[in-house]
């Protein structure tokens, strides 16, 4: 993939990200106070309702992909070579991966009854 494209990922998952970010801080402000948001009743309560887990969902891809991109950029400038740098693409990749797929796998248990 084209460095320019890269970047530009990254730019738009970070916008993106500072967006739902600002929205959900927002809303855990006007909730009726940050410590009550936090009170485990009130957690499982907006991962049950569903435009909110959407958009924590939203945010644990937008902030996954931003950050292993980062780190993917940051441990390429380290070293050059081909075998490096796509060991270092697939290994950044599959990590993101994996912190999706545990971070939904939360999301989703919790939104079922699970927890």
Do not use: D, W
């Amino acid at each position: 993939m084209r460095e320019s494209t890269i970047m530009k990922i990254h730019y738009g998952t970070a916008l993106a990200a500072v967006a739902l970010v600002a929205v959900h801080i927002l809303m855990r402000l006007t909730s009726g106070g940050f410590a009550e948001s936090l009170e485990y009743e009130a957690v499982l309560a907006n991962y049950k309702f569903i435009p909110y887990a959407i958009m924590l969902e939203l945010i644990l891809i937008l902030l996954s992909v931003h950050g292993f991109n980062g780190l993917r950029v940051i441990l390429l400038e380290l070293k050059q070579g081909k075998t490096y740098e796509k060991a270092v693409s697939y290994g950044c990749l599959a990590a993101m991966f994996g912190l999706i797929a545990y971070g939904s796998r939360t999301i989703i248990m919790t939104n079922m009854g699970m927890v």
